[in-house]
């Protein structure tokens, strides 16, 4: 036996809590994102006073974008490694595949990720940096601008409402699994867990698709 540790990266478990903890803080961004966005129903005024607020404090803006940053890394890289351990460790396809205790969410899982991955660089060359805003792109001191012209393009609209539908999956399934990492994982306690799970992804899905469904319905306008 060789002297050499295993760092707990290297370990399936330690793979999962990389996962477990990342997804914590992506789950709270996403919600308090999704809260943040709410403020376009209460109009430009409002909408446009929280993004100057956001961008007032740069520092904590900047760590939090690094935190993500990293965060998003760590999650895409102890996914890819636990999938290729788990294929290693099975080279040969089983020959009849039964679904046990899984769901559509979690077979979607790998290819949810990568899309929410794509969207994401999309978005930011929407909102954040208006490479591919559509018309005038005014910056985070017209973001309501932005929002309204942007979702008044039903493609775009429709992007962000696919999108949506993902983060809701990826939600619905990651949430489950992080509680079950993080020791929830017991039969008196599996069906709260599973409300718990698509409680959240209805929210902040349902939320976001809202704005979309809202500025093409012309109620923010
Ligand atoms: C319909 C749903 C969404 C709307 C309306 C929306 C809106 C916005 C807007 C307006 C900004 C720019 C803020 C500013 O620069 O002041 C922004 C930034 C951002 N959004 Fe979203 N967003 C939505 C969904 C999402 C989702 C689902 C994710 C992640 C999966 C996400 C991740 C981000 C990130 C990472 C930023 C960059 C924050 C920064 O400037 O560092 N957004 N969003």
């Known amino acids: 036996m060789s002297g050499k540790t295993l760092a707990l990266r290297d370990t399936t478990i330690g793979k999962k809590a990389i996962m477990a903890v990342t997804g914590v803080?992506?789950?709270?961004?996403?919600?308090?994102?999704?809260?943040?966005?709410?403020?376009?129903?209460?109009g430009r005024e409002v909408f446009n006073a929280?993004?100057?607020?956001?961008?007032?404090?740069?520092?904590?803006?900047?760590?939090?974008?690094?935190?993500?940053?990293?965060?998003?890394?760590?999650?895409?890289?102890?996914?890819?490694s636990?999938?290729?351990?788990?294929?290693?460790?099975?080279?040969?396809?089983?020959?009849?595949?039964?679904t046990l205790a899984t769901t559509y969410a979690a077979k979607v899982m790998p290819l949810g990720g990568l899309i929410l991955l794509f969207f994401i660089v999309y978005h930011l060359l929407h909102f954040t940096t208006g490479?591919?805003?559509p018309g005038?792109?005014?910056?985070?001191?017209?973001a309501y601008h932005n929002f309204v012209t942007g979702f008044q393009v039903p493609a775009i609209a429709g992007v962000y409402v696919v999108a949506n539908i993902f983060l809701g999956l990826h939600?619905?399934?990651?949430?489950?699994?992080?509680?079950q990492t993080l020791g929830i994982?017991?039969?008196r306690y599996n069906h709260w867990r599973k409300r718990a799970a698509i409680g959240l992804a209805v929210v902040v899905?349902?939320?976001?698709?809202?704005?979309?469904?809202?500025?093409?319905?012309g109620v923010i306008k």
């Open 171 to 179: 939600l619905y399934h990651g949430v489950w699994s992080m509680l």
């Open 185 to 187: 994982n017991h039969p």
């Open 82 to 98: 636990l999938v290729r351990q788990n294929r290693a460790a099975r080279p040969v396809r089983y020959q009849v595949k039964q």
């Open 25 to 42: 803080i992506m789950v709270g961004f996403v919600t308090a994102h999704m809260i943040g966005n709410l403020q376009a129903y209460s």
């Open 205 to 217: 899905a349902g939320g976001n698709i809202s704005f979309p469904i809202a500025v093409l319905a």
């Open 131 to 133: 490479h591919v805003a």
């Open 136 to 142: 005038e792109f005014r910056g985070w001191q017209d």
């Open 50 to 80: 929280y993004a100057a607020f956001l961008h007032g404090l740069p520092g904590p803006l900047w760590a939090a974008r690094l935190v993500l940053l990293g965060s998003v890394i760590a999650h895409a890289w102890a996914a890819i």
